[in-house]
């Protein structure tokens, strides 16, 4: 009998791995048919305010732009999580002065919840209600939700595609991607340049427990605010806390690391620091030893 419980969860692992590789294998299947893809708008566009109102509003010409569309399955309001589209958008125009549009394009299966949704969240951009999906029909967008997202690029062709709200990995991508090159379309320079006073910690000795917490200070010597993106810990002992708040000119951030040893001996532990700075990522090394 022992053998035989082995023998089936031995089975149950390869279909395990089995299903993962193919989850993977579909996952890049649409990541690839979507690369370098056109989207096609649909003729005379109606943009609204919260749903309701009627704009006067075209498709701006830009180097970039973000594309949201959002179909009517499931739950609206949870899968939208506009609150962080909210801070999203910010960044966004922080980092490129306003010039990349966020475009939301709704299909949905009650107007009055989006229009509820979008005062609710304070998202008072130009929206699109598209009754009739006619985007989904000329476009056929992944029934996935979390591929129904797209940074475009001046021709309206797929650079990337995942929703960055929902994924750190892909918010890094859209940011990095948007804040390329010298200038953007208005004219401003998308990067700038940072001191930072100190990239070395030595901890010294410390007690296995007891957390230790060090702060980190850049400070912006350039010309435009600095924006920290995300940042990645080379292990999960380590927590990290920043302001998301754009960096002006000539002003300075500070960057909390709190390092938890959960093992003895010599550790050497990095955090990055991901923004639209010449040099990004600012890699910050902690290091010492825990008895």
Avoid at 48 to 54: A, E, F, I
Avoid at 58 to 63: G, K, L, T
Avoid at 73 to 82: A, D, E, P, V, W
Avoid at 190 to 212: A, H, S, Y
Wanted: with cysteine; charged share 25%; hydrophobic share 35%.
């Amino acid at each position: 009998m022992r053998n035989i419980f082995i023998i089936v969860s031995i089975g149950f692992g390869f279909l395990f791995l089995s299903c993962r590789d193919n989850q993977k294998t579909k996952i890049a299947g649409i990541v690839a048919g979507w690369q370098e893809r056109e989207i096609i708008f649909p003729e005379d566009i109606v943009f609204t305010r919260y749903g309701k109102d009627t704009l006067s509003y075209q498709i701006p010409v830009s180097d970039y732009k973000i594309l949201m569309y959002v179909d009517s399955t499931g739950c609206t309001g949870c899968k939208l999580q506009l609150h962080k589209w909210r801070e999203f958008i910010k960044e966004v125009d922080t980092l490129t002065g306003g010039s990349v549009p966020v475009l939301f394009i709704f299909h949905p299966r009650d107007r009055k919840e989006i229009s509820y949704l979008l005062r609710r969240d304070g998202i008072d951009i130009p929206v699109y209600i598209d009754i009739d999906d006619r985007t989904d029909k000329i476009n056929h967008f992944p029934s996935r939700q979390e591929f129904q997202c797209f940074l475009l690029d001046k021709d309206n062709k797929v650079i990337y595609i995942g929703n960055p709200v929902n994924n750190v990995r892909i918010k890094r991508m859209y940011l990095s991607q948007i804040s390329r090159g010298e200038y953007n379309t208005a004219g401003t320079a998308k990067k700038t340049r940072i001191e930072v006073g100190q990239t070395e910690f030595d901890l010294g000795t410390l007690q296995q427990g007891n957390p230790v917490t060090i702060t980190a200070t850049i400070h912006n010597t350039g010309d435009v605010p600095f924006l920290i993106f995300d940042t990645k810990a080379s292990c999960g002992c380590t927590d990290v806390l920043y302001s998301k708040k754009p960096v002006l000119p000539d002003a300075s951030t500070k960057i909390e690391i709190t390092y938890n040893a959960n093992d003895t001996g010599y550790f050497n532990k990095t955090v990055s620091v991901y923004g639209n700075a010449e040099g990004s990522p600012v890699v910050l090394r902690l290091k010492g030893y825990v008895k």
